[in-house]
Each structure stands twice: as structure tokens, then as C-alpha cells.
């Protein structure tokens, strides 16, 4: 079944990084401030693939491959064509052309059934399968759906099996699990104070990525505000405290997003304001806030942060400055749960301990930790697990 074409269309030339999972922000640039690496493409949600039927069955001398372990349930797609990406756009974002939702969009306008994208092979760092986020796109593209722009199977390969794919008479077969809809919840506690028309609210996402356990993204943050409010229990305080738990920020910020649409007008009323804690136990950790006042990092294009949210990057600069411990910026991106809360204009902020970005020789003399490696090693990886915490200092 397998012919490779090359895409007819070529990709943008835009650098621009968006991250349209946490659309409906559909101008996010990536990281504009000079130290701060884009956001890599990688570890969002492949299809899951497996070799197809036997050879024996097949065309003899066609080479199947199989690009990583599949169910039992999936069903099978075949026939068709497929096409073969060459990943020419690595992690850093830099170099490349386009992301690869660009082009698995152009596949498909092409026809194309599936898309396999093979890994790079020009250094031995890009050897190695590819797990790919295909659901990231340069920016909005002409006529495109929606921020997910394709409706075919995107699967990742090693440059070895992709290099093999690509000879002629190879064939690959992509299994293709159904699709499934799940219900999720948002968990919301509160605790009565003495203005009850004030509310301060805190949030965090339960949910993690389907690559791995999610325990620094975002356990940290759920346990943050769940000790919070346990301390406070029992408690009066002079404003009401609403805690929320958000389900599903990683399949697009899907329970926080609801839960603003869901606000009546006298609810959106009360609310004074909300504080986002989303990865605050990073292993490689600096302690950030969300820039609202734009002091180190410009929002990007399209972001307009609410009046207030000045106030309360102040709060927890001064708690800092009060107890001796340095803290930095972290841009006011929209990029998690507080993204619904600025779109309907209610003053937010948040604390950041660092995901993919490399921290740098200036803040591992602060901070300490390993200059050069990622804030969180294992961002959206198996591996974020109990030990990818701090669990000293970033309590
Ligand atoms: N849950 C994180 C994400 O995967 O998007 C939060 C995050 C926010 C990571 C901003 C990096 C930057
Ligand atoms: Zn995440």
C-alpha cells in the first residue's frame, strides 16, 4: 500500500512556536526572550502502531515495519497511501521547516492515509524513534479545521526503520486504536470566608500525559494547593478560597476551560482572582513567577493579561523578597490553566519551577542544580515520577 510522495505543498517559513493543545491562544510565539529555548514539538499524543498482517500475506519482497507495540483492539487501516516525513525540524525548534501537524495536514490534502515521521539520523542524538507531537502546528494554516488540523494517524519512526520504510516496494501497515470519549472531572473545594464575595481561587491540573505519571507535572501542583488547603482548614479567612483540581489541561486545557464557560454572570462576579501552580517541584528547579508586568518577558502576540495580575506577581515577589530567596520571571504565557481565566479578564498569576527549558550558568550559580540540563529532565516523559521532584527546597 505504501507509495511515498513528497508533500505537494511547501511548509511555512514561520519560526513561530504554537501550542494549539491549549488553543484557543492561536498566536502563541514561542519563547521571544533570548536565553529561553522554543518549545520543543515532542512527547504529545502519537497513535499507537503495530506491524500488520503477516508478510506472507502480502506483495513478497515489501518490508513491513513495526514502529512501536500496539493493543489487541486496534483496528486496522489499510490501503491508501502513506507518506514519509523526515524530521527536519529537532527539538530545539531551530533549522527545521515546519512543525509536524504542518505536515501531517499537507499529507493528508495530499491524500495521504498516515503519515510516518522517521527521525533525522544526521547526528547520533536523532538516531532514536521519534515520538512526536503531531498536534502542533507553525501557526494557523489557510482553510485548516481548527487548531488540530489533521484527521489521520501520525506515527514516529527510528531514522534506521525510516530509512528502510522509504525504500521502494517497502510497506507499512498503521493500526489505529478507536477513538474513545472519556468523561473527567474537575475537583473544586471551598472554604467560606468572612467576604464571601471576593473569591480567591487556586488551581491545579490532576491529569498528566500519557507518556508517564505526571508526578512533577503536574503532582507537584496538585499536592501544593491540596496541603494548602489543608492547612487552612478549620480556618476563617477574611476572603473565600476556592481550590480547584482541573482535569484534562493537558488534552487541552479541556476542564479549566470548561469550568469558566460554565460561570454564570453572578459566579464571574465573585471571583476576584486566580493563581495557577502548575510543575512546582522541578528537580532542576528556579523558582519563577509569572511575569505579568512584562519586566523580563513581553506576553506573547495575542495575550492580553488582565489589570490586577500586576498585583498578584507583586504578592508572591514580596513573599519572596520577605523570606531572602531569589526569584525570576517566567513569561505570561496563557500556557496552562490560567489561560481561560485571562481570556475572561480575571486578574491571574502563578509559580513555575521549569519544564523543558535548559537552565543556564547564571541561575545554577543562584539557584544551583546543573546549568545546561532542563529545568524538568523528564518533562512529559516515563521518568516523571516521585524521585523528579525537588522535594527540599520547593515546598
Ligand atoms: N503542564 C505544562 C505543559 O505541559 O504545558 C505546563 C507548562 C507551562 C510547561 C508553561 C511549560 C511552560
Ligand atoms: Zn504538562
Given at each position: 500500500?505504501?507509495?511515498r510522495q ?20 492561536s ?14 514539538p ?8 503495530r ?31 502513506a ?5 527536519d525540524?529537532?527539538?530545539g ?7 509536524f501537524?504542518?505536515?501531517?495536514y499537507?499529507?493528508?490534502?495530499a491524500g ?5 515521521v522517521m527521525?533525522?539520523?544526521n547526528?547520533?542524538?536523532?538516531e532514536?524513534?521519534?515520538v ?9 494554516i ?5 487548531p488540530?488540523?489533521h484527521g489521520?494517524?501520525?506515527v ?15 510497506t ?10 472519556r ?20 488551581g491545579?491540573?490532576?491529569d ?11 503532582g507537584?501542583?496538585?499536592a501544593?494547593?491540596l496541603?494548602t ?14 481550590f ?9 486545557l479541556v476542564?479549566s476551560?470548561?469550568?469558566v464557560?460554565?460561570?454564570?454572570q453572578e459566579?464571574?462576579?465573585r ?15 528556579v ?16 495575550v492580553?493579561?488582565?489589570e ?10 514580596s ?26 479578564d ?7 519551577t ?6 543556564t ?7 544551583g ?10 518533562y512529559h516523559?516515563?521518568c ?5 521532584n525537588?522535594?527540599t527546597r520547593?515546598?
Amino acid at each position: 500500500m505504501t507509495e511515498r510522495q513528497p508533500p505537494t505543498r511547501a511548509c511555512p517559513t514561520s519560526h513561530r512556536s504554537h501550542h494549539p493543545r491549549k488553543a484557543p491562544l492561536s498566536h502563541l510565539p514561542g519563547h521571544r526572550a533570548a536565553p529561553r529555548p522554543p518549545t520543543p514539538p515532542v512527547a504529545g499524543p502519537v497513535p499507537p502502531a503495530r506491524p500488520g498482517p503477516s508478510s506472507a500475506d502480502r506483495e513478497p519482497g515489501r518490508v513491513r515495519r513495526s514502529l512501536s507495540p500496539g493493543g489487541p483492539d486496534e483496528e486496522e487501516r489499510d490501503g491508501g497511501t502513506a507518506y514519509e516525513v523526515r524530521q527536519d525540524r529537532h527539538e530545539g525548534g531551530r533549522g527545521g521547516t515546519c512543525f509536524f501537524g504542518t505536515k501531517a495536514y499537507y499529507a493528508e490534502q495530499a491524500g495521504a492515509e498516515a503519515v510516518v515521521v522517521m527521525n533525522q539520523g544526521n547526528t547520533p542524538d536523532r538516531e532514536e524513534l521519534l515520538v512526536a507531537d503531531a498536534t502542533s502546528v507553525d501557526e494557523p494554516i489557510p482553510g485548516a479545521p481548527g487548531p488540530v488540523t489533521h484527521g489521520i494517524p501520525v506515527v514516529g519512526a527510528s531514522s534506521q526503520d525510516g530509512l528502510s520504510l522509504a525504500e521502494d516496494g517497502s510497506t507499512a501497515y498503521v493500526n489505529v486504536l478507536p477513538a474513545e470519549t472519556r468523561t473527567d472531572h474537575n475537583v473544586i473545594a471551598e472554604l467560606p470566608g468572612e467576604n464571601p464575595d471576593d473569591v480567591v481561587m487556586a488551581g491545579a491540573h490532576l491529569d498528566s500525559v500519557i507518556e508517564g505519571p505526571g508526578i512533577n507535572d503536574n503532582g507537584s501542583g496538585s499536592a501544593a494547593i491540596l496541603e494548602t488547603a489543608l492547612m487552612m482548614a478549620g480556618t476563617e479567612p477574611q476572603n473565600t478560597l476556592r481550590f480547584a483540581w482541573w482535569a484534562a489541561e493537558e488534552q487541552g486545557l479541556v476542564g479549566s476551560a470548561d469550568y469558566v464557560a460554565g460561570l454564570s454572570q453572578e459566579e464571574r462576579d465573585r471571583i476576584a482572582l486566580y493563581t495557577n501552580y502548575d510543575m512546582v517541584g522541578s528537580p532542576n528547579y528556579v523558582f519563577m513567577v509569572y511575569d505579568a508586568d512584562e519586566s523580563t518577558f513581553p506576553a506573547p502576540e495575542g495575550v492580553t493579561i488582565p489589570e490586577g495580575s500586576e498585583a498578584v506577581e507583586d504578592v508572591y515577589e514580596s513573599y519572596y523578597t520577605a523570606i531572602g530567596e531569589p526569584y525570576d520571571d517566567t513569561e505570561f504565557s496563557g500556557r496552562s490553566d490560567y489561560e481561560a481565566f485571562i481570556l475572561a479578564d480575571f486578574p491571574s498569576g502563578g509559580l513555575f519551577t521549569g519544564a523543558e527549558v535548559v537552565k543556564t550558568e547564571e541561575q545554577a550559580a543562584i539557584w544551583g542544580g546543573t546549568a545546561g540540563e532542563q529545568f524538568n529532565p523528564c518533562y512529559h516523559l516515563a521518568c516523571d515520577t516521585y524521585e523528579n521532584n525537588d522535594t527540599t527546597r520547593s515546598r
